[in-house]
DNA sequence: AAGTGGTCTAGACCACCCC
DNA sequence: GGGTGGTCTAGACCACTTA
């Protein structure tokens, strides 16, 4: 047995998941826990089949995903490598603010503005796609990296989705977990990023002077039923925060689209 | 016969291209024609594998490659869907600017303001890892939507990759497409997003004051070797332009991740 | 030539939706 | 209960890499 080694401990046949989402989970405890390192080569794709007990499909289902993931890269003909550092800190979507702190090796922090329950407006109402006067959850935070404020993140969330939300204490807990726990699956999600000027409010909470540059995305995530469950307003200081994306086509194959927003 | 139905006529077994690209072909095509309208249902799974005369695998891994693309949605139960022009124009990455534009119903031009071969600077070759003095393509070009200024795209490609870029005319060619045509495969890319302060010189080229807020993003392109092929700034006028983004977890499952840069 | 990933197949069974 | 997608399998053959 090498130290790459997987075995089938990890999956179980009773469980509800689908087995090639147990072989993504067990493959990602591998590299999360070292025995799997930046580089390494994987056992060949036969071997794993037996280790973990499962089909060849199966197996290149659950690598294709971790790919997606940034977790892996497949090279025909020599095997499938760990992804290195840089390519793993780089998620195949936009990274997170916690994601971006762990990267740099700096503390996040949250100063909770405002976290209580209060009726949708008719602007709120139109973005989750609710009747206006609906109860909301407003959730305002002021995020930092090794205290200094970086962000204003203002998040809204249908009571009736999620209740009791206000109780949550958000100064450490991560609104996506808290959402994910208590059930909800947040499938997918548009986005807007512009840059704007700092008006007062959002000067004062950064500490910049008014009408410096402001990075601004805006996320409406949706659940399976392409319920909008979460709508999130970033205001980042200009000159504290850059947003990072990674984009990857996994089974390429000359691929027709124009990309990656390049024209 | 319905309207619906899609034949193996375009499937070609001879080509080099695998069955699953050319049934992703297949239906684009049929949806791009009309002959497949949004929110109309495909025919089964199992009618389409023989009118395409391929394995049901085969054939879902075309159908999930499209709802990667956003082109068509899964309903477990009752069929796949043609996706609403909503999401069409969403794609799983970012929005290109010819995209914006079509969606906008606008007019997107370029003033090439520089095309010429120049040798790579130290910060240049560095972002392309090549040698410093190497031979490499500058294209600056002031991207308009309606003849407005909208953004000035600076883009760089090692000349050894793709020889003669300074002769084409990228007042209207689309550079991504014109490296596809040269050969090379565009496999994923990587990018920072900011906001800053417009300096004089494109303050000038938008025809904005000054200081105003410029959204900029810088990407590097890859190709499959991991290569840099193609290094590229645009800064937009913060206040006429809004980078879109879509990410969808196809086969989500209670994905474990963080999710879209929401925490 | 041997090893390894990439593509493809035919068929089975389960889970969900709707009548 | 019948139709439809979702998961899974065992085995075949091809393409790329390495020696």
Redo the contacts with the bound molecule.
């Keep these: 047995m090498t130290s790459a080694d997987v075995t089938r401990s990890a999956i179980r046949v009773d469980s509800?998941?689908?087995?090639?989402?147990?072989?993504v989970a067990a493959v990602r405890m591998r590299v999360a826990d070292g025995s799997l390192r930046p580089g390494m080569?994987?056992?060949?794709?036969?071997?794993?089949?037996l280790s973990?007990?499962?089909?060849?499909?199966?197996?290149?289902?659950?690598?294709?995903r971790l790919v997606d993931e940034g977790v892996l890269k497949?090279?025909?003909?020599?095997?499938?490598y760990v992804a290195g550092d840089e390519a793993k800190e780089w998620p195949n979507s936009l990274e997170s603010f916690s994601e971006t702190a762990r990267r740099m090796g700096l503390v996040a922090s949250s100063v909770v503005l405002r976290s209580e329950v209060a009726m949708a407006t008719l602007d709120e109402a139109e973005r989750l796609a609710i009747a206006p006067g609906t109860p909301v959850f407003h959730l305002v935070r002021v995020r930092k990296l090794d205290g200094v404020p970086i962000a204003v993140d203002r998040s809204l969330v249908p009571s009736h989705l999620a209740p009791r939300l206000d109780r949550a204490d958000f100064t450490t807990a991560s609104l996506y977990e808290t959402l994910t726990r208590a059930g909800l699956d947040l499938v997918d999600a548009g986005s807007t990023i512009e840059a704007t000027e700092a008006d007062d409010d959002v000067a004062a909470q950064l500490g910049v002077a008014e009408r410096r540059p402001i990075l601004v995305m805006h996320q409406i995530v949706r659940d399976r039923a392409e319920r909008p469950v979460l709508s999130s307003t970033i205001q980042y200081a200009g000159d504290r925060y850059r947003l990072r994306t990674f984009f990857a086509r996994a089974?390429a194959?000359s691929g027709p689209m124009s990309g990656f927003g390049v024209d």
Tied chains: 1, 2.
């Design positions: 509800v998941e689908p087995l090639w989402s147990q072989a080569r994987l056992p060949p794709e036969r071997e794993l089949c973990l007990a499962i089909s060849r499909v199966t197996l290149r289902k659950a690598l294709l497949p090279s025909h003909g020599r095997g499938w089974g194959s």
